[in-house]
């Protein structure tokens, strides 16, 4: 009889490796920023060449550098972090690759120092959690990830009030809440469908838009509350009013060779035709949707994925896997 020949231990010694006992990498992918003002800002960031997915979620009080060393507070995460939220300037919602969801404070520790505590925490997703948003009274949020499920939740006492299993038929890629309201928001899917939901009604959700591509993101325009911006994974953008019905555009334009990742339009009341777009690419670009979509800032200085952006006093900021965070002024194109 032969010798038994041991198996490959390195998924024991890995698998047993306490956190103190892994080497440090630095959680350089990038993954979002959001600004709450100029004394609040945070950046999420996941490590995507390790064994271990784990992420890390960096506090800024001043937004005049966004270097990784000059953060103001940060947390490690045990799985990768890929989308958040704000409640209020020292409390926001992360969800991670685990499907977990955390509330965040900044509040003193046992040494008197600032820290970025868990407040509560919950994993009732099955899988990656993708995409959140808040509604208006900044008590609910809505969540979506690659279950197919959306879940809207009271982040007072962190529970699901509702919960909309195989809400999508693929994974829900991106939600975003109706400006200033508290109970519709608007779902898009890898099922190539976009859905308009208003959780007062029985049968809540009723389709605004089907096309033969997957529905990568979608943003509300802020100051005009029936207008929303779509990206599909074939690389189009496309304008469409919630009071028309069933695949009914404004306009749309199919100008980028990569899907769309994230679309932002322009928070300011006198720029609602500015929306920012970024690609599964290097590229950040402004458009102008009042304008047949015309170019009005493009950007190439990032060199590895764009995956975040925020507006703030006219200002936009990108972030990237490349490790960088950018600011573009809108006066010039800067490729």
């Given amino acids: 009889m032969e010798s038994l020949i041991e198996p490959n231990l390195n998924a024991d010694i890995y698998r047993n490796m306490t956190a103190a006992d892994r080497p440090p990498v630095p959680d350089k992918h990038l993954q979002f920023i959001l600004i709450y003002d100029e004394n609040s800002a945070i950046l999420g960031g996941t490590n995507m060449t390790d064994r271990y997915w784990s992420g890390t979620v960096w506090y800024y009080n001043d937004i005049s550098d966004f270097d990784r060393n000059k953060a103001y507070i940060a947390k490690k995460t045990e799985s990768g972090v890929c989308a958040a939220v704000y409640l209020k300037n020292d409390t926001f919602v992360i969800g991670e690759d685990s499907g977990v969801l955390q509330i965040l404070d900044v509040a003193p520790g046992p040494d008197g120092l600032k820290q970025l505590q868990c407040a509560a925490y919950a994993c009732l997703h099955d899988s990656s959690l993708l995409t959140l948003s808040a509604f208006a009274d900044k008590k609910h949020i809505v969540s979506g990830g690659m279950d197919c499920c959306i879940k809207i939740w009271d982040v007072t006492e962190l529970m699901v009030t509702q919960s909309f299993d195989y809400a999508h038929i693929d994974t829900v890629t991106c939600i975003d809440v109706r400006p200033e309201s508290n109970t519709e928001f608007v779902s898009t899917s890898s099922d190539c469908e976009g859905l308009l939901w208003d959780i007062r009604q029985a049968k809540p959700a009723q389709r605004i838009l089907k096309r033969d591509a997957s529905l990568t993101a979608v943003n509300w325009n802020p100051n005009l509350e029936n207008i929303l911006a779509v990206g599909t994974d074939n690389g189009e953008v496309i304008i469409v009013d919630a009071r028309r019905s069933n695949s009914e555009v404004q306009r749309e334009l199919s100008a980028f060779s990569r899907p769309v990742h994230k679309l932002l339009f322009n928070p300011n009341a006198e720029k609602l035709e500015e929306l920012a777009v970024c690609c599964d690419n290097t590229s950040v670009e402004v458009l102008d949707i009042n304008s047949q979509f015309s170019s009005i800032y493009k950007a190439g200085r990032h060199t590895d ?31």
């Fill in 305 to 335: 994925f764009v995956r975040g952006l925020t507006w703030f006093n006219d200002h936009l900021y990108s972030c990237s896997w490349d490790n960088t965070v950018l600011k573009h002024t809108m006066d010039f194109d800067d490729d």
